[in-house]
């Protein structure tokens, strides 16, 4: 099918590469000419496991282009995906103007066969019908300028525009780190919408990965895919994202009590996690969650339910757990080290997770921050970060090139992110290069055991 991806950041570069890998023509569109002619050479302009090579082979193939032509994308896509971002606005809100940009944009260009307009970024409940009036209001204005073009209107010599189009709700459930992975082998795939010729148009598009022709197990039944109405398809993804936050803010909580009474909460997690109406997944205790979704996406939620005079009173709990457990580190540095001005702490890792590039409300940010109030001096090393320098645009913290010029001079390290290549440093080494041989394991990733055996005095998040 002909697909056009409009947005091509985390969500929208992965999905158009696995959709022309399965076989569709796709068109990626950004209007960030730089990124455009780093996806042209071939290259990822994100850190994205696999993202690359499917890029490369799609290239190869002439399965995928990438423009900055708005209007071609519109003519080329049988479907056209919105996946832009939408970020946080200071009160919470969900800023949708790039949203409503896209849409007008495809409005203007929206003539001759019909199209379904997929809404893949995550927008408030009611942005699908919102997104409708937003191309409606695009090709009433294409219409106007035609009208105008000559001079005077002429409102007797209406042009014919045939647009025809639906909108569907496509919310997307990948994470960064593994998103190449989880479009392959997704737990369900949600459309909303009242349109059967728009669902069964989606259900084509998906047909590949549904009957898992690209799993990484082909052997396991079909994915299930379920069909919504646009509001509901909507509220599934601000719901999913919500529920994993509140699980992380209640273990987080459960290991905060595991320190004060002396229990171990990666056992605790381990014992209730057996329970299958509990599930093993999303009980790692830590120093809080963030990137570029939970925090947002539960933000908007609060504030959708306060627009209809509703007070979420457990999503506010699991915000402000989390809020307190970001700061978590700086308490039990103090209560390590005292005082913490004129020391210096290593960071180990900066991104929100392992295995992405991506620094949108990462926990290390608080951290920096806090310690510069507190007069510490910063330093850090990310296997990612310390490559791509300061793009970031990071202060406050001398990012250092390798783990052993971190922990030189360190009075305190923290794990803030758990890279894999974290677990085979070599500890003894760092430990003798540091002025006190504090580590904060700000993951419960590293083994208590040979981190004292290492030197080091090792303090957990409850544990
Ligand atoms: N990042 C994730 O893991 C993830 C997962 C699921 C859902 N989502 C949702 O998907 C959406 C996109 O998130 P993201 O992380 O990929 O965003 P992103 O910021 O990485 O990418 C957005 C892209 O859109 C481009 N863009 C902005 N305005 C444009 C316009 N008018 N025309 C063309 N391109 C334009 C930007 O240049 C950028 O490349 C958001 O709504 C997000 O909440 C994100
Ligand atoms: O047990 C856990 C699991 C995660 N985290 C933290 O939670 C945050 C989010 O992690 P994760 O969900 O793995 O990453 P994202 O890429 O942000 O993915 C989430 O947000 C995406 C954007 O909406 C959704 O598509 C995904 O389904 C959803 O998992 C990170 O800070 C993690 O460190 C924990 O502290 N403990």
Redesign the pocket.
């Given at each position: 099918m002909r697909v056009c991806v409009i947005g091509t950041g985390?969500v929208g570069l992965v999905t158009g590469a696995c959709l022309a890998h399965i076989g569709h023509d796709v068109v990626c569109i950004d209007n960030n000419e730089e990124k455009v002619k780093i996806m042209k050479s071939g290259q990822s302009p994100i850190f994205e496991p696999g993202l690359s090579d499917i890029m490369q082979s799609a290239i190869s193939t002439g399965k995928i282009e990438f423009s900055s032509d708005l209007a071609a994308g519109v003519a080329h896509g049988e479907i056209l995906f919105i996946a832009v971002g939408t970020p946080p606005l200071p009160t919470g809100e969900s800023d949708t103007r790039y949203v409503e940009a896209v849409a007008r944009g495809i409005g203007a260009h929206l003539d001759g066969g019909y199209k379904v307009i997929v809404n893949k970024s995550?927008v408030p409940i009611g942005s699908g019908d919102w997104v409708r009036m937003i191309v409606l209001d695009g090709i009433a204005e294409r219409q106007n300028t035609l009208i105008t073009a000559g001079g005077a209107p002429t409102y007797d010599k209406l042009p014919e525009i045939t647009a025809q189009f639906d909108v569907v709700s496509n919310p997307?459930?990948?994470?960064?780190?593994?998103?190449v992975y989880?479009t392959f082998n997704p737990d369900r795939i949600v459309l909303g919408g009242n349109s059967p010729r728009a669902i069964a148009m989606m259900k084509e598009l998906y047909t590949p990965i549904v009957e898992r022709k690209f799993a990484t197990d082909p052997s396991l039944p079909p994915v299930p895919v379920l069909v919504t109405d646009l509001s509901s398809a909507e509220m599934i993804?601000y719901a999913?994202?919500a529920f994993?936050?509140t699980?992380?803010s209640f273990?987080?909580e459960v290991a905060n009590i595991c320190d004060r009474v002396g229990a171990d909460v990666t056992q605790v997690a381990k014992g209730i996690g057996l329970d299958s109406r509990i599930g093993n997944?999303?009980?790692?205790?830590?120093?809080?969650?963030?990137?570029?979704?939970?925090p947002k996406?539960v933000s908007a939620l609060i504030h959708t339910a306060d627009d209809y005079g509703y007070e979420t009173q457990l999503l506010k709990a699991a915000v402000s757990v989390n809020e307190r457990q970001r700061l978590l580190a700086i308490e039990k540095l103090q209560q390590t080290l005292k005082i913490l001005k004129g020391k210096t702490v290593g960071l180990l890792g900066l991104t929100?997770?392992p295995d992405?590039d991506?620094m949108r409300d990462?926990?290390a940010l608080n951290v920096i921050e806090q310690l510069n109030r507190l007069g510490a001096r910063v330093k850090a090393y990310d296997p990612i970060v310390s490559q791509t320098g300061m793009r970031h645009g990071l202060s406050g913290v001398l990012v250092e090139t390798d783990a052993e010029r971190l922990a030189d001079g360190c009075d305190a390290l923290v794990l803030v992110?758990?890279w894999q290549q974290f677990k085979n440093l070599d500890y003894a080494k760092m430990a003798q290069l540091m002025s006190h041989p504090v580590m904060i394991d700000g993951?419960n990733f590293l083994d208590p055991e040979i981190m004292v055996r290492a030197g080091f005095q090792y303090v957990g998040i409850g544990r």
């Open positions: 985390y995550t997307e459930f990948l994470r960064e780190g593994s998103a989880d993804k999913a994202n994993l936050a699980k992380i273990i987080n997944k999303f009980l790692n205790a830590g120093i809080g969650w963030g990137g570029s979704c939970f996406d929100f997770k992405t991506d990462a926990p992110t758990e993951r």
